[in-house]
């Protein structure tokens, strides 16, 4: 089966990752399959709430790999929404214009239920881009020890219900767990990748349940987990042959418009 990964993070700062790496990343994957992948960018670079000139380059580094790798790689545009609507707009529509981006990305700035978030709907209305929010079932809303604010399912699920007309991607399924399912069941703008955590039993199947295959997308979170693993999962899952083809990659294939 082609498999499509729509959530990675390859220019990481640590050790076996990075631009170096990048040959041989693109050639190990399409040996288990993987004939694309979307990059979220260097999310925790320089903290979780970063200022407009760490946003750039934090997207700058996405594009340059996109850039050279055209026939494999995609970005989504990474966004601190606390900066206000104009930064916002601006660095989206730069990354949109110059780079193609394909989408928005967002981790720990923020809670997806702050009203800053309008701007983010703003933004993707304006440019047709899919948001793609960093979600994990954790009760908490606060920036203890240095993580940033964390974004429980329900409330990605109450950006999706506010924004009818905006396309949100629940990372983390594994994180979200059967609470993030519940949560998106009844928003037919809000899907999950497959991300987070080791694989758990029945966790795909369920999601497949409530929400149908055509709203669970497969995504990696490589580095931090390992490819083979999490496409282990879904082709392991008790689900048919064709929603596994549709998780595996042609979900990914109607957002990216893939030929």
């Known amino acids: 089966m082609r498999i499509f990964d729509i959530h990675t993070h390859p220019i990481l700062k640590r ?35 970063q200022n407009a000139t760490q946003i750039t380059k934090i997207n700058e580094d996405s594009a340059r790999l996109v850039a050279q790798h055209p026939d494999f790689f995609t970005f989504f545009c990474y966004l601190n ?21 394909r989408g928005i ?62 396309q949100v991607i629940m990372a983390h399924l594994v994180g979200c767990g059967y609470r993030g399912v519940i949560a998106a069941k009844h928003l037919p703008n809000l899907s999950v990748d497959t991300s987070g955590g080791y694989p758990e039993s029945g966790i795909i199947e369920y999601a497949v349940e409530h929400l149908g295959a ?6 990696s979170d490589l580095p931090i987990r390992e490819r083979s693993v999490k496409i282990g999962a879904v082709l ?18 109607r957002i990216f418009d893939l030929k």
Request: aromatic content about 4%; hydrophobic content about 35%.
């Open 214 to 219: 055509d709203r669970v997308i497969f995504g």
């Open 105 to 166: 990305k967002l981790e720990c700035a923020n809670n997806a239920a702050d009203p800053c978030m309008k701007h983010v709907a703003k933004a993707a209305r304006t440019f047709g881009l899919v948001v793609l929010q960093h979600s994990w079932s954790m009760d908490t809303h606060d920036r203890a020890k240095g993580n940033g604010v964390q974004t429980d399912p329900e409330h990605t699920a109450l950006f999706a219900h506010r924004n009818p007309d905006v």
């Open 81 to 101: 929404p606390t900066l206000g609507e104009r930064p916002v707009m601006r660095e989206v529509e730069r990354c949109v214009t110059r780079h193609g981006t």
């Open 15 to 49: 050790e076996g990752c990075g631009v170096d790496a990048v040959t041989l990343l693109i050639k190990s994957s399409r040996e288990l399959g993987i004939t694309g992948m979307n990059i979220l960018g260097d999310v925790a670079d320089q903290g979780p709430s």
């Open 236 to 253: 392991g899952s008790r689900i048919s042959p064709a929603d596994k083809q549709k998780i595996l990659y042609d979900n990914a294939a």
